[in-house]
Protein backbone atom coordinates (compact mmCIF):
# COMPACT_ATOMS: atom_id res chain seq x y z
CA UNK A 1 0.00 0.00 0.00
CA UNK A 2 3.16 2.27 0.36
CA UNK A 3 4.25 2.23 -3.31
CA UNK A 4 0.29 3.37 -3.90
CA UNK A 5 0.76 6.88 -5.49
CA UNK A 6 -2.56 8.00 -4.59
CA UNK A 7 -2.07 8.41 -0.59
CA UNK A 8 -3.28 11.54 1.29
CA UNK A 9 0.28 13.12 1.31
CA UNK A 10 0.64 13.49 -2.20
CA UNK A 11 -2.62 14.75 -2.93
CA UNK A 12 -1.74 17.46 -0.08
CA UNK A 13 1.37 18.19 -2.03
CA UNK A 14 -0.73 18.33 -5.37
CA UNK A 15 -3.16 20.42 -4.00
CA UNK A 16 -0.95 23.06 -2.35
CA UNK A 17 1.00 23.46 -5.81
CA UNK A 18 -2.03 23.94 -7.29
CA UNK A 19 -2.79 26.68 -4.66
CA UNK A 20 0.27 28.12 -5.20
CA UNK A 21 0.09 27.79 -9.10
CA UNK A 22 -3.29 29.58 -9.04
CA UNK A 23 -2.04 32.30 -6.36
CA UNK A 24 0.95 33.13 -8.52
CA UNK A 25 -1.37 33.40 -11.73
CA UNK A 26 -3.76 35.60 -10.02
CA UNK A 27 -1.16 37.58 -9.29
CA UNK A 28 0.50 37.83 -12.95
CA UNK A 29 -2.22 39.08 -14.08
CA UNK A 30 -3.78 41.57 -11.59
CA UNK A 31 -0.10 43.25 -11.65
CA UNK A 32 -0.80 43.32 -15.57
CA UNK A 33 -4.35 45.01 -15.20
CA UNK A 34 -3.66 47.30 -12.96
CA UNK A 35 -1.15 48.09 -15.12
CA UNK A 36 -3.05 48.32 -18.29
CA UNK A 37 -5.86 50.53 -16.16
CA UNK A 38 -3.19 52.86 -14.41
CA UNK A 39 -1.71 53.75 -18.33
CA UNK A 40 -5.62 53.71 -19.43
CA UNK A 41 -6.38 56.32 -16.61
CA UNK A 42 -3.52 58.23 -17.66
CA UNK A 43 -4.54 58.31 -21.46
CA UNK A 44 -8.00 59.42 -19.96
CA UNK A 45 -6.51 62.55 -18.36
CA UNK A 46 -4.33 63.45 -21.48
CA UNK A 47 -7.56 63.04 -23.72
CA UNK A 48 -9.49 65.19 -21.27
CA UNK A 49 -6.81 68.03 -21.70
CA UNK A 50 -6.72 66.95 -25.66
CA UNK A 51 -10.94 67.63 -25.78
CA UNK A 52 -10.58 70.94 -23.17
CA UNK A 53 -7.70 72.83 -25.58
CA UNK A 54 -8.48 71.82 -29.07
CA UNK A 55 -12.54 72.99 -27.95
CA UNK A 56 -11.03 76.12 -26.84
CA UNK A 57 -8.72 76.43 -30.17
CA UNK A 58 -12.19 75.45 -32.64
CA UNK A 59 -13.91 78.07 -30.38
CA UNK A 60 -11.46 81.30 -30.94
CA UNK A 61 -10.78 79.85 -34.60
CA UNK A 62 -15.41 80.39 -34.83
CA UNK A 63 -15.55 83.46 -33.26
CA UNK A 64 -13.28 84.56 -35.38
CA UNK A 65 -14.55 83.02 -38.32
CA UNK A 66 -18.32 85.09 -37.62
CA UNK A 67 -16.90 88.56 -37.51
CA UNK A 68 -16.97 88.29 -41.16
CA UNK A 69 -15.22 90.58 -43.15
CA UNK A 70 -13.12 92.32 -40.18
CA UNK A 71 -11.86 88.68 -39.61
CA UNK A 72 -8.52 88.06 -39.04
CA UNK A 73 -6.84 85.44 -40.99
CA UNK A 74 -3.59 85.36 -39.70
CA UNK A 75 -5.15 84.50 -36.29
CA UNK A 76 -7.27 81.83 -37.96
CA UNK A 77 -3.75 80.30 -39.53
CA UNK A 78 -2.18 80.31 -35.91
CA UNK A 79 -5.30 78.81 -34.45
CA UNK A 80 -5.76 76.00 -37.43
CA UNK A 81 -2.07 75.29 -37.62
CA UNK A 82 -2.36 74.52 -33.61
CA UNK A 83 -5.25 72.56 -33.99
CA UNK A 84 -3.35 70.47 -37.04
CA UNK A 85 -0.76 69.45 -34.50
CA UNK A 86 -3.26 67.70 -32.32
CA UNK A 87 -4.63 65.73 -35.18
CA UNK A 88 -3.94 62.33 -36.12
CA UNK A 89 -2.60 62.12 -39.73
CA UNK A 90 -4.65 59.04 -40.40
CA UNK A 91 -8.06 60.28 -39.38
CA UNK A 92 -10.68 60.98 -42.24
CA UNK A 93 -12.63 63.14 -39.75
CA UNK A 94 -9.77 65.16 -38.74
CA UNK A 95 -9.08 65.78 -42.19
CA UNK A 96 -12.22 67.25 -42.71
CA UNK A 97 -12.27 69.24 -40.23
CA UNK A 98 -9.08 70.98 -40.61
CA UNK A 99 -10.01 70.99 -45.08
CA UNK A 100 -13.40 72.96 -43.70
CA UNK A 101 -11.16 75.23 -41.43
CA UNK A 102 -9.14 76.66 -44.61
CA UNK A 103 -12.47 76.58 -46.51
CA UNK A 104 -13.80 79.09 -43.79
CA UNK A 105 -10.62 81.14 -43.49
CA UNK A 106 -10.10 81.43 -46.96
CA UNK A 107 -14.03 82.75 -47.48
CA UNK A 108 -16.66 85.24 -46.76
CA UNK A 109 -18.53 84.02 -43.85
CA UNK A 110 -21.71 82.12 -44.41
CA UNK A 111 -24.13 80.31 -42.32
CA UNK A 112 -23.76 76.78 -43.79
CA UNK A 113 -20.03 76.63 -43.70
CA UNK A 114 -20.81 77.92 -39.66
CA UNK A 115 -22.96 74.68 -39.08
CA UNK A 116 -20.35 72.16 -41.16
CA UNK A 117 -17.58 73.90 -39.18
CA UNK A 118 -19.94 73.00 -35.86
CA UNK A 119 -20.81 69.80 -36.74
CA UNK A 120 -16.94 68.38 -37.49
CA UNK A 121 -15.89 69.97 -34.77
CA UNK A 122 -18.59 68.62 -32.63
CA UNK A 123 -18.35 64.89 -34.22
CA UNK A 124 -14.37 64.94 -33.74
CA UNK A 125 -14.48 65.70 -30.13
CA UNK A 126 -17.54 63.28 -29.47
CA UNK A 127 -15.84 60.83 -31.23
CA UNK A 128 -12.69 61.09 -28.78
CA UNK A 129 -15.27 61.41 -25.61
CA UNK A 130 -16.53 58.41 -26.31
CA UNK A 131 -13.34 56.55 -27.43
CA UNK A 132 -12.20 57.31 -24.04
CA UNK A 133 -15.82 56.62 -22.03
CA UNK A 134 -15.33 53.13 -23.32
CA UNK A 135 -11.82 52.60 -22.44
CA UNK A 136 -12.75 53.99 -19.48
CA UNK A 137 -15.69 51.60 -18.75
CA UNK A 138 -13.28 48.00 -18.69
CA UNK A 139 -13.00 47.98 -22.72
CA UNK A 140 -9.28 47.91 -22.18
CA UNK A 141 -8.73 44.33 -23.95
CA UNK A 142 -10.59 45.22 -26.70
CA UNK A 143 -8.81 45.70 -29.74
CA UNK A 144 -8.44 49.44 -31.47
CA UNK A 145 -10.39 47.56 -34.35
CA UNK A 146 -13.28 46.92 -32.34
CA UNK A 147 -13.10 50.41 -30.30
CA UNK A 148 -13.46 52.30 -33.22
CA UNK A 149 -16.45 50.11 -34.18
CA UNK A 150 -17.96 50.31 -31.30
CA UNK A 151 -17.38 54.63 -31.29
CA UNK A 152 -18.87 54.49 -34.92
CA UNK A 153 -21.78 52.98 -33.76
CA UNK A 154 -22.53 55.43 -30.81
CA UNK A 155 -21.23 58.66 -33.26
CA UNK A 156 -23.44 57.27 -35.99
CA UNK A 157 -26.43 59.51 -35.37
CA UNK A 158 -24.31 62.64 -35.69
CA UNK A 159 -22.47 61.49 -38.33
CA UNK A 160 -25.98 61.73 -39.96
CA UNK A 161 -25.58 64.92 -39.39
CA UNK A 162 -22.90 66.04 -40.63
CA UNK A 163 -23.49 63.74 -44.18
CA UNK A 164 -27.10 65.42 -44.41
CA UNK A 165 -25.51 68.89 -44.01
CA UNK A 166 -22.27 68.26 -46.18
CA UNK A 167 -25.35 67.13 -48.76
CA UNK A 168 -26.81 70.05 -48.23
CA UNK A 169 -23.97 72.47 -49.19
CA UNK A 170 -23.32 70.21 -52.29
CA UNK A 171 -26.92 70.80 -53.32
CA UNK A 172 -26.47 74.21 -52.64
CA UNK A 173 -23.39 74.40 -54.80
CA UNK A 174 -25.01 73.22 -57.99
Known amino acids: ?9 NWSNAA ?15 TLINRKKLAMQ ?6 MDWIK ?3 QMIGDFACEYIKGEE ?15 F ?9 KLLAHMTLCRENAYNELDYELLMLYSTYVLNRVWRRMMLEGKGKLLLSNKRIVELV ?6 LKALVDKKEEEKKNKGK
Open 1 to 9: MDSCLCTGA
Open 16 to 30: AIMTAVAALLTVVFT
Open 42 to 47: GFAVHR
Open 53 to 55: EVR
Open 71 to 85: KDKDKMFMLQTRIGL
Open 87 to 95: MRQNEEDYH
Open 152 to 157: NRETAS
